[in-house]
């Protein structure tokens, strides 16, 4: 378990490394990681609240008896 678990944060140091040697060529390629970085980071938060928004509506659902809304036929 310890070697996986080395191995993992030895290719994760690695591709930080990889990618800090590749946007330090030119500002271009930094600016084109930069973009792609934020626009998956925007989009993982998106989907993770609307994860969790569905999630606690379920529960919340659940705890209270709720029934199932009305669905048109």
Same mark, same amino acid.
């Given at each position: 378990?310890?070697? %996986?678990?080395? *191995? ?5 140091? @690695?591709?930080?490394?990889?990618? /800090?040697?590749? &946007? =330090? ?12 970085? %934020?626009?998956? *980071? ?5 989907? @993770?609240?609307?994860?969790?928004? /569905?999630?606690? &509506? =379920? ?15």
């Amino acid at each position: 378990m310890v070697e %996986i678990e080395s *191995g993992i944060r030895e290719n994760t140091v @690695g591709a930080i490394e990889q990618f /800090a040697e590749i &946007a =330090s060529v030119d500002p271009l390629v930094a600016a084109m990681l930069l973009s792609g970085a %934020i626009i998956t *980071g925007f989009s993982v938060t998106v989907f @993770g609240v609307a994860t969790l928004g /569905a999630v606690v &509506a =379920s529960i919340k659902r659940g705890l209270t008896g709720a029934e199932e809304p009305n669905q048109p036929a």
